[in-house]
C-alpha cells in the first residue's frame, strides 16, 4: 500500500500549487486527479494574468493580492506568461466617471496603472476601436494555465512529489473521525487501490463539493458558467479591457498564437463541462465588436466554457473564520474539523492568478497541523528553467527562428535537452506533425513517452498539436499514424483515440459553424470521412 | 496593411493546394510552401516578440498558389508585407536593391549602352558580382539597347492626326532592354489608327514590391498615377506590353498599395494583345496579316495568367497565316523576374523550368513566343532556341520589316 | 445576338469539366471560367459512384447498380433519384470513353465496388477507379507488402499493413499484408509531401533509385506492393508502368496526404486534354454575376482591375459547394454566389442544428434543387430568368459525399447531364 502524509485531490492550478509547495517545503505528498491535469477551470477561462485592475473598484483586496502574484509570476514562472501588458480602453457611451473611480482605486490599490494618449493606443493595437476615449496601460499579462500546472507538477516531482492523473478518489477513508486514507481507481486499468495518508487537500475546485461528501461532509460551491471565443489569430498583442463595470464580452486576452474573448457569466448546476449556447455565442461577437471593430467578421475556431466554482460562505458548517487562518473572503481554506473530521481541508474559490497564494495558505495550515516548521519557498525558487541561448541555437539547426523561440518556450531546458537529443538521433523527426502551430514529431514522441497520457487531447494540452486553424484536420491522423509506426498504440486504441479527438475538436466548434470555419469543417470531414473512410463506430466497414 | 492581413489569413483551411501548385515548394527541401509562409507564419508573425525567418527568399512571386488556393487567399500578398518588414526589421540586401530597380538601372546603363553591355559581359565583372553581390555568374545579363525607345519614338514622330488615342506603358524592358517590342507595339497600334501617346518612362514598381520595398514600389505607382490618370481621364486607354507591368498596374497599386484612384487607372489598362483581341474581335485589320511562314511554341507567362485574361496572343498567332503555333502548357519557366538572377535560386530556377524547356525543345520550333521578357531570357537560355514577344511577330505579320539602325 | 461561345461553364472541378467535355464532344464551342484550380484535388481521384446507403451506419456496399436502384426508391431528393439510372449508366460509359483518349485509364465497369485501402488503414469502396490504384482491393489474396520511406510525410505503412489485416480477418481472410519503412531516397528533401515526392520520381534517375529500393524489399511471398500515390502527376500512369513492369510485380497506389497526387493528376490531365479539345479556359476569374439578356447569358468577370462580360448560348453553374465557395455561409444564410439561386437549407448557419460531423450533415446536404435535367426549380422570380441555365456538382442540394461516398459520381453524372442539356436544348 502507498503511504504519504499528504494526498491532494484535484490536479488543476490549486492542487498542484499546493503539492509543489508541500514538496518544496520537504512535506511528502501525492496528488490525484481523475482526468488529465488542468482538465476543470485551470485551463477554461481566458488565460488572464491579473494585474489587479480589473477587480481595483469592486474588490480591492482581490486587487491587491492580484497586484502580488502577478510579480511573482511574472518572476518565477517565465515559462508559461507572455508579459504582454494590457490596456484599459475607455468607449463612448461608457461612464466616463466610472474612470475616474478606477483610476483612483487602482493607485490605492497599488496597482502600477499609466494613462496614454489615445493615439499612442491606436499606434500599439491598431485594431482597437479608433473612437476610444481614455486608455490606461497595466501589467496584465497572458498565461497558460496548461504550461502552469505541468510546471508546477513537474517542479513537485523534482522534490519527491508524485501527481497520479486518471486517478479517481472513490471514498475517503476516516478512521475515528480522523482521515487515514483514501481509495482511488486508476481510470487506465480499472484497478482499485489505497493511498494512506495522515491530511487529505481537497482542491478539486468546481468538484470540491463531490470530494468533500466522500468524507461525509457537506460543502456547498455554487457553479457559475463562463463562456470564451476562440480566434484564430493573435486579434491584439495586448491584453485588452474594456474600462466599465466588469461584465460580459469586455476583454481580449492574446494567447500564444490565438486570441480569446471572454466572457459571460450563466448560473449551472453541477461543475460538469457544458458547451456555450450559440445565443452566448452571438453575445460575445456583439459585445467584442465595440472593442474591436470587425471583431464580429473574424474567424472564430471554437466556443468553450468553464465553471467558475464560486464558495457559499454560509453553506458549509466547518468554517472557522474566527480562527485566524481562515483566508481572505476571495478564497476560502476550510477545515472539516467542525464536521467531525479531522484532517481534510478544502481550499476552493479564487482566481487562477492567486493559485499560489491559496496553496501557500492552505499549505501552512498543513504544516501548522502536521507541526512541520518549514517556510514557504514557491515564490522564489523558479518554476520551469528557461531555455538556454545555446538551446535555441541548436534548435535553429531544424527550425525557423520564430518556431525555434516558440518550442523553447514551450518546453524549458530540461525538456528541450530531450527533445534536442530526439532531433540527434533522428533527425527526420523534425517532420511538423502539426503545421498550424509547429509541433514537430520529435516533440509528440517526447511528450508521449516522458509523460504519462491517456488520450490524445492529453498530449495536445503538452504541445498545442490541434490547437491552431484546421483544429486537427491535418495534425490527427499524422499523430496518430506515428504513435502507432513508433509502437505506442495498438489499432483498437489508434482508431479509438482518433475519433475520441476529433469529436472533441468537432464538439467545440459545432456553434462557430459558419464561413471559413464552416468551411474548415467540412473539409476536415471530407479528409476524414471521405478520403480514409474513417467510421467512429462501425470499424468493420459490414465487411 | 494590418487589417487586410487578418483577413486573408483567416480566410485559409490549410488544404494545401496552393503548396501543391507552387513551382519551388514542389522541387525543393528548403521551402515549406506558400502555404507556411503565407497564412501560417502570418499567424506567428503576428505576435510581435518573435523572430523573423528567410524562407520568403524562395517566393518567386509568380503568383501560382493564388491561381491555385480555392479559399481565395491574397498569399502575394502576405509575402510583400512579410518581405516590407523582414526589410525594415533586418536590413536589406544591396542586391535585391539592385534587382528591384531595373528602371534606374537601367537609365544609367544606357548611357552608354555599348560600354555597359561590354562591361557586364566581361567574365571577372560576373565573377565580382556574383561574389560581391550574389547575381548568378551563368546568368546572361538584358543588354542595354543604344537607342532606347523614347528617343526612337522622339526622331519618328507621327503628326497628331488620329482621333483615337491610346497611352503605351512600355516598362522598363521595351524601353532599355528590347526596344524592339516597343516599337513593334507602336507600329502595330498605329496601323490599328491610333494615336500613341508615350508617358515619361518609370518603371511599374512590382520588381521592388516583390523584393519588398513597398514604400519605394508605391512611390513609383505614385508617380504612374501621377503620369497616366490625366490620359485615362480623357478617356484615353493604357495599354502594356509586359505581364508584370500590367499586373502592378491591374492589380498591385490597389491591393498592396491603397492608393486612392488606383481603381480608375486599373479599369482601363490592357495587356497588348488583351486590347488588339478586342480590335480585331470588333472587326479591326485582322485581315492584314501576310504568311508567316514559322513554327512557334507559345509560352503563357505567370503573371499573365494572374490577370483572368485568358490567352489573347495565342489567340491572335492562331490567326496569322502559315504561322504554326503550338502552346507548350508546362508551367513556370522559373525565371520569374528577378528571382533566376540571384546566385542561390540560379540553379533551382532551371529546375522548376525543366518540363517546359524539355517539352519546347521536343517541339523543335523556330521560335519560341512569350509575352513575358523574362520568360524569354529563360527559355532562351536554357534551350538555346530563340524567343520573341508576340508583338514582334504580330508586326512582322503586318508587313513590317525592322527599320536598319 | 453574336455569342463569344455556345456553352459557358463556370467551375474546373470534375463537375464543371465533365460539363465541358459533354457539350464540346456535341459539337458545341465551350469556354470554361474558373477562379481556383478547383477542389477535385481533394479527393481520392476516385469515381465513387455510390459507397454508402443512406442510413447504412458506414457498411461499403459492393453492388453498386442494385445499390443504386434502392437509393432511388428511399432518397427522392438525392440527384441519382432526380436524373434516372439510365443516365446515370450513360454518364460512366461516357467516362469510359474519354478516359483512354486522356491517356489516363480507369479501372471498373461502375456496376460493382472496388474496395481498396486507405492512407488510414481502412477500407473505402469505389467503383472506377485509375489503373494505378486498381490492383490494391483488399480482398485479393496476394501478399502485399506497403512500403515508405522515412521522409515521406502523411504515410504510415505499419498502419495500412495492421488495419487492413484486422478487416481481412474479420471477413475471415487472413492476414496478409505487411510493410517495410525504407530510408530516404538519396537526393530527396528530409521532409517530402507526396506532392514533391511525385516531383521527385518525375526525375529519371530518382525513378532509378526508387526501383532498386523497391527490388530489395521484396521477399518471395510478395505477391504485390502497395505504394503512396506518389508516382508522378504530368506523366499520367506512365511511371506507375515503368515501375510495375521493371518491378515485374503488381504495384498499386493508395493516395496520401492532401492534396493527393491522384487527384491532382486527375485535375491537370482533363484540364489538358479538353484544352486540346479546343475547350476554351480562362483561369483566375471570378464572376460577379450572370444575367439572361436577348436570348443569352452574359457573365460578367471580376477581372484584375476591372469587370469584363463574356457571352454565351448555355450556362452551367459547377461552381461546387461550402468548400469551394460555389456556396457561400454567413452568420444566418447560406447562398449561391454567382447566379443567387434560391438554396434548400438557406438559414441553416443561424439555426439550432446537429452537425456532430460524423453523420449526414446538414451543411453538406444544402444547395440548389434541381429538376431532372439540372434546371433550377422552386424559384422565386420568372422562370424565364433561369432558362438555359443548368447547375451541376457540389452546389447541388441533396447528398452528402462524406458519408455516400458519391461526390465524384454525381460530379460525374450532373456535369454529364448539364452539359448534354446545355448542348442540345434549343
Given at each position: 500500500?502507498?503511504?504519504?502524509?499528504?494526498?491532494?485531490?484535484?490536479?488543476?492550478?490549486?492542487?498542484?500549487?499546493?503539492?509543489?509547495?508541500?514538496?518544496?517545503?520537504?512535506?511528502?505528498?501525492?496528488?490525484?486527479?481523475?482526468?488529465?491535469?488542468?482538465?476543470?477551470?485551470?485551463?477554461?477561462?481566458?488565460?488572464?494574468?491579473?494585474?489587479?485592475?480589473?477587480?481595483?473598484?469592486?474588490?480591492?483586496?482581490?486587487?491587491?493580492?492580484?497586484?502580488?502574484?502577478?510579480?511573482?509570476?511574472?518572476?518565477?514562472?517565465?515559462?508559461?506568461?507572455?508579459?504582454?501588458?494590457?490596456?484599459?480602453?475607455?468607449?463612448?457611451?461608457?461612464?466616463?466617471?466610472?474612470?475616474?473611480?478606477?483610476?483612483?482605486?487602482?493607485?490605492?490599490?497599488?496597482?502600477?496603472?499609466?494613462?496614454?494618449?489615445?493615439?499612442?493606443?491606436?499606434?500599439?493595437?491598431?485594431?482597437?476601436?479608433?473612437?476610444?476615449?481614455?486608455?490606461?496601460?497595466?501589467?496584465?499579462?497572458?498565461?497558460?494555465?496548461?504550461?502552469?500546472?505541468?510546471?508546477?507538477?513537474?517542479?513537485?516531482?523534482?522534490?519527491?512529489?508524485?501527481?497520479?492523473?486518471?486517478?479517481?478518489?472513490?471514498?475517503?477513508?476516516?478512521?475515528?473521525?480522523?482521515?487515514?486514507?483514501?481509495?482511488?481507481?486508476?481510470?487506465?486499468?480499472?484497478?482499485?487501490?489505497?493511498?494512506?495518508?495522515?491530511?487529505?487537500?481537497?482542491?478539486?475546485?468546481?468538484?470540491?463539493?463531490?470530494?468533500?461528501?466522500?468524507?461525509?461532509?457537506?460543502?456547498?460551491?455554487?457553479?457559475?458558467?463562463?463562456?470564451?471565443?476562440?480566434?484564430?489569430?493573435?486579434?491584439?498583442?495586448?491584453?485588452?479591457?474594456?474600462?466599465?463595470?466588469?461584465?460580459?464580452?469586455?476583454?481580449?486576452?492574446?494567447?500564444?498564437?490565438?486570441?480569446?474573448?471572454?466572457?459571460?457569466?450563466?448560473?449551472?448546476?453541477?461543475?460538469?463541462h457544458l458547451g456555450s449556447s450559440r445565443a452566448e455565442v452571438d453575445q460575445l461577437l456583439l459585445l467584442g465588436r465595440d472593442l474591436v471593430p470587425g471583431l464580429d467578421e473574424r474567424r472564430v475556431l471554437r466556443s468553450f466554457a468553464g465553471v467558475r466554482p464560486l464558495y457559499q460562505e454560509n453553506g458549509g458548517e466547518g468554517q472557522r473564520p474566527q480562527d485566524g487562518r481562515a483566508v481572505a473572503r476571495q478564497f476560502a481554506l476550510v477545515d472539516h474539523e467542525r464536521q467531525g473530521v479531522r484532517g481534510l481541508i478544502?481550499?476552493?474559490?479564487?482566481?487562477?492568478?492567486?493559485?499560489?497564494?491559496?496553496?501557500?495558505?492552505?499549505?501552512?495550515?498543513?504544516?501548522?497541523?502536521?507541526?512541520?516548521?518549514?517556510?514557504?519557498?514557491?515564490?522564489?525558487?523558479?518554476?520551469?528553467?528557461?531555455?538556454?541561448?545555446?538551446?535555441?541555437?541548436?534548435?535553429?539547426?531544424?527550425?525557423?527562428?520564430?518556431?525555434?523561440?516558440?518550442?523553447?518556450?514551450?518546453?524549458?531546458?530540461?525538456?528541450?535537452?530531450?527533445?534536442?537529443?530526439?532531433?540527434?538521433?533522428?533527425?527526420?523527426?523534425?517532420?511538423?506533425?502539426?503545421?498550424?502551430?509547429?509541433?514537430?514529431?520529435?516533440?509528440?514522441?517526447?511528450?508521449?513517452?516522458?509523460?504519462?497520457?491517456?488520450?490524445?487531447?492529453?498530449?495536445?494540452?503538452?504541445?498545442?498539436?490541434?490547437?491552431?486553424?484546421?483544429?486537427?484536420?491535418?495534425?490527427?491522423?499524422?499523430?496518430?499514424?506515428?504513435?502507432?509506426?513508433?509502437?505506442?498504440?495498438?489499432?483498437?486504441?489508434?482508431?479509438?483515440?482518433?475519433?475520441?479527438?476529433?469529436?472533441?475538436?468537432?464538439?467545440?466548434?459545432?456553434?462557430?459553424?459558419?464561413?471559413?470555419?464552416?468551411?474548415?469543417?467540412?473539409?476536415?470531414?471530407?479528409?476524414?470521412?471521405?478520403?480514409?473512410?474513417?467510421?467512429?463506430?462501425?470499424?468493420?466497414?459490414?465487411? | 496593411?494590418?487589417?487586410?492581413?487578418?483577413?486573408?489569413?483567416?480566410?485559409?483551411?490549410?488544404?494545401?493546394?496552393?503548396?501543391?501548385?507552387?513551382?519551388?515548394?514542389?522541387?525543393?527541401?528548403?521551402?515549406?510552401?506558400?502555404?507556411?509562409?503565407?497564412?501560417?507564419?502570418?499567424?506567428?508573425?503576428?505576435?510581435?516578440?518573435?523572430?523573423?525567418?528567410?524562407?520568403?527568399?524562395?517566393?518567386?512571386?509568380?503568383?501560382?498558389?493564388?491561381?491555385?488556393?480555392?479559399?481565395?487567399?491574397?498569399?502575394?500578398?502576405?509575402?510583400?508585407?512579410?518581405?516590407?518588414?523582414?526589410?525594415?526589421?533586418?536590413?536589406?540586401?544591396?542586391?535585391?536593391?539592385?534587382?528591384?530597380?531595373?528602371?534606374?538601372?537601367?537609365?544609367?546603363?544606357?548611357?552608354?549602352?555599348?560600354?555597359?553591355?561590354?562591361?557586364?559581359?566581361?567574365?571577372?565583372?560576373?565573377?565580382?558580382?556574383?561574389?560581391?553581390?550574389?547575381?548568378?555568374?551563368?546568368?546572361?545579363?538584358?543588354?542595354?539597347?543604344?537607342?532606347?525607345?523614347?528617343?526612337?519614338?522622339?526622331?519618328?514622330?507621327?503628326?497628331?492626326?488620329?482621333?483615337?488615342?491610346?497611352?503605351?506603358?512600355?516598362?522598363?524592358?521595351?524601353?532599355?532592354?528590347?526596344?524592339?517590342?516597343?516599337?513593334?507595339?507602336?507600329?502595330?497600334?498605329?496601323?490599328?489608327?491610333?494615336?500613341?501617346?508615350?508617358?515619361?518612362?518609370?518603371?511599374?514598381?512590382?520588381?521592388?514590391?516583390?523584393?519588398?520595398?513597398?514604400?519605394?514600389?508605391?512611390?513609383?505607382?505614385?508617380?504612374?498615377?501621377?503620369?497616366?490618370?490625366?490620359?485615362?481621364?480623357?478617356?484615353?486607354?493604357?495599354?502594356?506590353?509586359?505581364?508584370?507591368?500590367?499586373?502592378?498596374?491591374?492589380?498591385?497599386?490597389?491591393?498592396?498599395?491603397?492608393?486612392?484612384?488606383?481603381?480608375?487607372?486599373?479599369?482601363?489598362?490592357?495587356?497588348?494583345?488583351?486590347?488588339?483581341?478586342?480590335?480585331?474581335?470588333?472587326?479591326?485589320?485582322?485581315?492584314?496579316?501576310?504568311?508567316?511562314?514559322?513554327?512557334?511554341?507559345?509560352?503563357?507567362?505567370?503573371?499573365?495568367?494572374?490577370?483572368?485574361?485568358?490567352?489573347?496572343?495565342?489567340?491572335?498567332?492562331?490567326?496569322?497565316?502559315?504561322?504554326?503555333?503550338?502552346?507548350?502548357?508546362?508551367?513556370?519557366?522559373?525565371?520569374?523576374?528577378?528571382?533566376?538572377?540571384?546566385?542561390?535560386?540560379?540553379?533551382?530556377?532551371?529546375?522548376?523550368?525543366?518540363?517546359?524547356?524539355?517539352?519546347?525543345?521536343?517541339?523543335?520550333?523556330?521560335?519560341?513566343?512569350?509575352?513575358?521578357?523574362?520568360?524569354?531570357?529563360?527559355?532562351?537560355?536554357?534551350?538555346?532556341?530563340?524567343?520573341?514577344?508576340?508583338?514582334?511577330?504580330?508586326?512582322?505579320?503586318?508587313?513590317?520589316?525592322?527599320?536598319?539602325? | 445576338?453574336?455569342?463569344?461561345?455556345?456553352?459557358?461553364?463556370?467551375?474546373?472541378?470534375?463537375?464543371?469539366?465533365?460539363?465541358?467535355?459533354?457539350?464540346?464532344?456535341?459539337?458545341?464551342?465551350?469556354?470554361?471560367?474558373?477562379?481556383?484550380?478547383?477542389?477535385?484535388?481533394?479527393?481520392?481521384?476516385?469515381?465513387?459512384?455510390?459507397?454508402?446507403?443512406?442510413?447504412?451506419?458506414?457498411?461499403c456496399l459492393t453492388d453498386v447498380a442494385g445499390g443504386l436502384q434502392r437509393l432511388a426508391a428511399i432518397d427522392p431528393d438525392h440527384p441519382y433519384a432526380k436524373i434516372g439510372l439510365d443516365l446515370v449508366q450513360e454518364s460512366i460509359e461516357f467516362w469510359q470513353q474519354v478516359m483512354p483518349a486522356v491517356g489516363y485509364p480507369y479501372c471498373g465497369s461502375g456496376a460493382v465496388n472496388y474496395l481498396l485501402p486507405t492512407a488510414l488503414g481502412t477500407v473505402r469502396p469505389t467503383a472506377l477507379a485509375p489503373a494505378t490504384?486498381?490492383?490494391?482491393?483488399?480482398?485479393?489474396?496476394?501478399?502485399?507488402?506497403?512500403?515508405?520511406?522515412?521522409?515521406?510525410?502523411?504515410?504510415?505503412?505499419?498502419?495500412?499493413?495492421?488495419?487492413?489485416?484486422?478487416?481481412?480477418?474479420?471477413?475471415?481472410?487472413?492476414?496478409?499484408?505487411?510493410?517495410?519503412?525504407?530510408?530516404?531516397?538519396?537526393?530527396?528533401?528530409?521532409?517530402?509531401?507526396?506532392?514533391?515526392?511525385?516531383?521527385?520520381?518525375?526525375?529519371?534517375?530518382?525513378?532509378?533509385?526508387?526501383?532498386?529500393?523497391?527490388?530489395?524489399?521484396?521477399?518471395?511471398?510478395?505477391?504485390?506492393?502497395?505504394?503512396?500515390?506518389?508516382?508522378?502527376?504530368?506523366?499520367?500512369?506512365?511511371?506507375?508502368?515503368?515501375?510495375?513492369?521493371?518491378?515485374?510485380?503488381?504495384?498499386?497506389?493508395?493516395?496520401?496526404?492532401?492534396?493527393?497526387?491522384?487527384?491532382?493528376?486527375?485535375?491537370?490531365?482533363?484540364?489538358?486534354?479538353?484544352?486540346?479539345?479546343?475547350?476554351?479556359?480562362?483561369?483566375?476569374?471570378?464572376?460577379?454575376?450572370?444575367?439572361?439578356?436577348?436570348?443569352?447569358?452574359?457573365?460578367?468577370?471580376?477581372?484584375?482591375?476591372?469587370?469584363?462580360?463574356?457571352?454565351?448560348?448555355?450556362?452551367?453553374?459547377?461552381?461546387?459547394?461550402?468548400?469551394?465557395?460555389?456556396?457561400?455561409?454567413?452568420?444566418?444564410?447560406?447562398?449561391?454566389?454567382?447566379?443567387?439561386?434560391?438554396?434548400?437549407?438557406?438559414?441553416?448557419?443561424?439555426?439550432?442544428?446537429?452537425?456532430?460531423?460524423?453523420?449526414?450533415?446538414?451543411?453538406?446536404?444544402?444547395?440548389?434543387?434541381?429538376?431532372?435535367?439540372?434546371?433550377?426549380?422552386?424559384?422565386?422570380?420568372?422562370?424565364?430568368?433561369?432558362?438555359?441555365?443548368?447547375?451541376?456538382?457540389?452546389?447541388?442540394?441533396?447528398?452528402?459525399?462524406?458519408?455516400?461516398?458519391?461526390?465524384?459520381?454525381?460530379?460525374?453524372?450532373?456535369?454529364?447531364?448539364?452539359?448534354?442539356?446545355?448542348?442540345?436544348?434549343?
Amino acid at each position: 500500500m502507498e503511504k504519504t502524509d499528504v494526498l491532494v485531490i484535484g490536479g488543476g492550478a490549486t492542487g498542484t500549487g499546493v503539492l509543489r509547495d508541500l514538496a518544496l517545503r520537504g512535506v511528502d505528498a501525492i496528488l490525484a486527479e481523475q482526468q488529465d491535469l488542468a482538465y476543470g477551470t485551470s485551463s477554461r477561462f481566458h488565460g488572464l494574468l491579473h494585474s489587479g485592475a480589473r477587480y481595483a473598484v469592486n474588490d480591492p483586496e482581490s486587487a491587491r493580492e492580484c497586484r502580488q502574484e502577478n510579480a511573482i509570476l511574472k518572476r518565477i514562472a517565465r515559462c508559461c506568461v507572455d508579459d504582454t501588458g494590457g490596456l484599459f480602453v475607455l468607449l463612448p457611451g461608457d461612464d466616463p466617471g466610472y474612470a475616474d473611480d478606477w483610476f483612483a482605486a487602482c493607485l490605492r490599490a497599488g496597482i502600477a496603472v499609466q494613462e496614454i494618449p489615445a493615439a499612442e493606443a491606436l499606434s500599439l493595437e491598431p485594431n482597437l476601436n479608433p473612437a476610444l476615449k481614455r486608455v490606461f496601460r497595466v501589467p496584465d499579462a497572458s498565461i497558460d494555465g496548461f504550461a502552469l500546472v505541468w510546471a508546477n507538477v513537474g517542479s513537485a516531482a523534482g522534490h519527491g512529489a508524485r501527481a497520479y492523473t486518471y486517478t479517481r478518489v472513490d471514498r475517503i477513508i476516516v478512521r475515528d473521525g480522523t482521515v487515514s486514507g483514501a481509495l482511488v481507481t486508476d481510470l487506465r486499468t480499472g484497478e482499485q487501490r489505497q493511498i494512506e495518508c495522515r491530511f487529505i487537500v481537497n482542491a478539486a475546485g468546481a468538484w470540491a463539493g463531490q470530494v468533500a461528501r466522500l468524507a461525509g461532509c457537506e460543502l456547498k460551491i455554487l457553479a457559475s458558467k463562463g463562456s470564451l471565443l476562440v480566434f484564430n489569430h493573435r486579434v491584439t498583442n495586448r491584453v485588452v479591457n474594456r474600462l466599465r463595470r466588469p461584465g460580459d464580452g469586455d476583454i481580449i486576452v492574446p494567447q500564444d498564437t490565438v486570441a480569446i474573448l471572454g466572457t459571460t457569466s450563466v448560473p449551472v448546476d453541477g461543475p460538469e463541462h457544458l458547451g456555450s449556447s450559440r445565443a452566448e455565442v452571438d453575445q460575445l461577437l456583439l459585445l467584442g465588436r465595440d472593442l474591436v471593430p470587425g471583431l464580429d467578421e473574424r474567424r472564430v475556431l471554437r466556443s468553450f466554457a468553464g465553471v467558475r466554482p464560486l464558495y457559499q460562505e454560509n453553506g458549509g458548517e466547518g468554517q472557522r473564520p474566527q480562527d485566524g487562518r481562515a483566508v481572505a473572503r476571495q478564497f476560502a481554506l476550510v477545515d472539516h474539523e467542525r464536521q467531525g473530521v479531522r484532517g481534510l481541508i478544502t481550499v476552493v474559490g479564487g482566481k487562477l492568478t492567486t493559485f499560489r497564494l491559496m496553496a501557500e495558505q492552505a499549505t501552512n495550515l498543513v504544516c501548522v497541523l502536521l507541526e512541520h516548521d518549514a517556510p514557504c519557498r514557491t515564490a522564489v525558487e523558479v518554476l520551469l528553467p528557461e531555455a538556454t541561448a545555446a538551446q535555441v541555437r541548436q534548435l535553429q539547426r531544424y527550425f525557423s527562428p520564430p518556431v525555434s523561440q516558440k518550442m523553447a518556450e514551450r518546453l524549458g531546458r530540461a525538456d528541450l535537452d530531450q527533445l534536442l537529443g530526439i532531433l540527434s538521433r533522428n533527425g527526420w523527426k523534425r517532420q511538423f506533425v502539426c503545421e498550424c502551430e509547429q509541433v514537430c514529431l520529435a516533440e509528440l514522441e517526447w511528450r508521449a513517452t516522458g509523460s504519462s497520457w491517456l488520450r490524445l487531447g492529453d498530449l495536445r494540452c503538452r504541445t498545442r498539436l490541434g490547437m491552431g486553424t484546421c483544429q486537427g484536420t491535418i495534425c490527427a491522423a499524422r499523430a496518430i499514424g506515428q504513435l502507432y509506426q513508433d509502437g505506442m498504440l495498438d489499432l483498437g486504441r489508434a482508431r479509438r483515440l482518433l475519433g475520441e479527438f476529433l469529436d472533441e475538436r468537432w464538439k467545440g466548434n459545432q456553434e462557430v459553424l459558419w464561413g471559413d470555419q464552416l468551411r474548415e469543417r467540412l473539409y476536415a470531414r471530407n479528409v476524414y470521412l471521405n478520403l480514409h473512410n474513417f467510421q467512429k463506430e462501425a470499424d468493420d466497414y459490414g465487411l | 496593411m494590418d487589417l487586410p492581413i487578418r483577413s486573408e489569413l483567416d480566410k485559409c483551411i490549410k488544404c494545401g493546394l496552393c503548396t501543391a501548385s507552387c513551382p519551388v515548394a514542389s522541387r525543393t527541401g528548403g521551402f515549406a510552401g506558400p502555404k507556411h509562409l503565407g497564412p501560417e507564419m502570418t499567424r506567428f508573425r503576428l505576435d510581435d516578440r518573435l523572430g523573423l525567418e528567410a524562407q520568403i527568399d524562395y517566393c518567386c512571386n509568380c503568383r501560382t498558389c493564388e491561381q491555385a488556393c480555392p479559399s481565395g487567399v491574397k498569399i502575394s500578398l502576405l509575402n510583400a508585407c512579410y518581405r516590407h518588414d523582414l526589410h525594415t526589421r533586418q536590413g536589406l540586401k544591396l542586391r535585391d536593391g539592385i534587382l528591384g530597380r531595373p528602371g534606374m538601372m537601367a537609365r544609367l546603363g544606357s548611357l552608354n549602352a555599348g560600354a555597359t553591355n561590354y562591361v557586364l559581359n566581361n567574365r571577372l565583372v560576373r565573377a565580382a558580382l556574383d561574389r560581391g553581390l550574389g547575381i548568378a555568374r551563368e546568368r546572361p545579363l538584358p543588354a542595354y539597347s543604344r537607342e532606347n525607345l523614347k528617343k526612337w519614338f522622339q526622331r519618328r514622330r507621327q503628326p497628331d492626326s488620329s482621333p483615337n488615342k491610346v497611352v503605351y506603358f512600355p516598362g522598363c524592358t521595351a524601353e532599355y532592354n528590347l526596344p524592339e517590342i516597343g516599337r513593334s507595339v507602336v507600329n502595330i497600334l498605329e496601323r490599328c489608327s491610333y494615336q500613341v501617346i508615350l508617358p515619361p518612362p518609370n518603371c511599374c514598381g512590382l520588381p521592388l514590391a516583390a523584393n519588398g520595398f513597398l514604400e519605394d514600389a508605391a512611390r513609383m505607382a505614385g508617380q504612374n498615377l501621377d503620369n497616366l490618370l490625366p490620359f485615362v481621364r480623357q478617356g484615353y486607354p493604357v495599354i502594356v506590353s509586359c505581364p508584370s507591368c500590367g499586373l502592378a498596374l491591374k492589380s498591385e497599386y490597389e491591393e498592396f498599395h491603397n492608393l486612392p484612384q488606383a481603381r480608375s487607372l486599373a479599369a482601363n489598362v490592357y495587356d497588348f494583345s488583351e486590347w488588339l483581341l478586342t480590335l480585331q474581335q470588333r472587326g479591326a485589320p485582322a485581315s492584314g496579316f501576310r504568311d508567316l511562314a514559322l513554327r512557334v511554341a507559345y509560352h503563357t507567362p505567370c503573371h499573365l495568367k494572374a490577370q483572368g485574361i485568358g490567352q489573347p496572343s495565342l489567340e491572335i498567332l492562331k490567326k496569322i497565316p502559315s504561322l504554326q503555333v503550338i502552346e507548350v502548357d508546362e508551367g513556370c519557366c522559373g525565371m520569374s523576374g528577378s528571382f533566376g538572377f540571384k546566385k542561390e535560386q540560379y540553379r533551382l530556377s532551371l529546375e522548376i523550368g525543366a518540363r517546359l524547356f524539355n517539352r519546347i525543345r521536343e517541339i523543335a520550333p523556330d521560335l519560341v513566343a512569350s509575352d513575358c521578357s523574362s520568360c524569354c531570357m529563360q527559355i532562351s537560355h536554357a534551350t538555346g532556341i530563340g524567343a520573341v514577344h508576340p508583338a514582334v511577330l504580330i508586326d512582322q505579320a503586318y508587313g513590317r520589316v525592322e527599320e536598319k539602325k | 445576338m453574336i455569342m463569344d461561345y455556345d456553352v459557358i461553364v463556370i467551375g474546373a472541378g470534375l463537375s464543371g469539366l465533365i460539363a465541358a467535355a459533354r457539350a464540346s464532344a456535341g459539337g458545341r464551342s465551350v469556354l470554361v471560367l474558373a477562379r481556383g484550380q478547383g477542389v477535385l484535388a481533394l479527393t481520392t481521384g476516385c469515381i465513387d459512384i455510390l459507397g454508402c446507403l443512406p442510413g447504412s451506419e458506414g457498411r461499403c456496399l459492393t453492388d453498386v447498380a442494385g445499390g443504386l436502384q434502392r437509393l432511388a426508391a428511399i432518397d427522392p431528393d438525392h440527384p441519382y433519384a432526380k436524373i434516372g439510372l439510365d443516365l446515370v449508366q450513360e454518364s460512366i460509359e461516357f467516362w469510359q470513353q474519354v478516359m483512354p483518349a486522356v491517356g489516363y485509364p480507369y479501372c471498373g465497369s461502375g456496376a460493382v465496388n472496388y474496395l481498396l485501402p486507405t492512407a488510414l488503414g481502412t477500407v473505402r469502396p469505389t467503383a472506377l477507379a485509375p489503373a494505378t490504384m486498381a490492383g490494391g482491393d483488399i480482398r485479393n489474396e496476394a501478399g502485399t507488402l506497403v512500403v515508405g520511406w522515412l521522409n515521406l510525410l502523411d504515410w504510415h505503412p505499419k498502419l495500412i499493413a495492421d488495419g487492413i489485416n484486422d478487416l481481412r480477418n474479420r471477413r475471415g481472410l487472413g492476414g496478409a499484408w505487411s510493410s517495410v519503412m525504407l530510408d530516404a531516397l538519396p537526393g530527396a528533401a528530409p521532409e517530402l509531401t507526396p506532392v514533391m515526392m511525385a516531383r521527385f520520381l518525375e526525375n529519371a534517375q530518382h525513378l532509378e533509385l526508387l526501383i532498386a529500393g523497391l527490388r530489395k524489399s521484396l521477399t518471395p511471398g510478395t505477391g504485390r506492393v502497395g505504394l503512396p500515390a506518389v508516382l508522378g502527376i504530368d506523366e499520367g500512369a506512365a511511371l506507375f508502368r515503368q515501375v510495375e513492369t521493371r518491378l515485374g510485380c503488381p504495384v498499386f497506389e493508395i493516395p496520401a496526404g492532401q492534396p493527393t497526387v491522384t487527384g491532382l493528376r486527375l485535375a491537370q490531365l482533363l484540364i489538358k486534354f479538353l484544352k486540346q479539345s479546343g475547350v476554351g479556359f480562362r483561369f483566375n476569374v471570378s464572376v460577379l454575376s450572370t444575367e439572361r439578356r436577348n436570348g443569352a447569358w452574359q457573365v460578367t468577370l471580376d477581372l484584375p482591375g476591372r469587370a469584363a462580360v463574356v457571352t454565351g448560348g448555355a450556362l452551367v453553374l459547377a461552381t461546387g459547394g461550402l468548400i469551394g465557395r460555389g456556396l457561400e455561409a454567413d452568420r444566418t444564410q447560406i447562398r449561391e454566389c454567382v447566379a443567387g439561386l434560391p438554396v434548400a437549407g438557406r438559414d441553416l448557419p443561424g439555426q439550432a442544428r446537429e452537425a456532430s460531423g460524423w453523420g449526414r450533415d446538414p451543411f453538406a446536404m444544402a444547395g440548389v434543387v434541381v429538376d431532372g435535367r439540372m434546371r433550377p426549380v422552386a424559384t422565386d422570380g420568372d422562370p424565364e430568368q433561369y432558362r438555359r441555365l443548368f447547375v451541376a456538382g457540389s452546389t447541388l442540394a441533396g447528398y452528402d459525399p462524406a458519408v455516400g461516398k458519391d461526390g465524384l459520381g454525381v460530379a460525374l453524372a450532373t456535369g454529364y447531364v448539364a452539359g448534354n442539356a446545355a448542348a442540345t436544348e434549343g
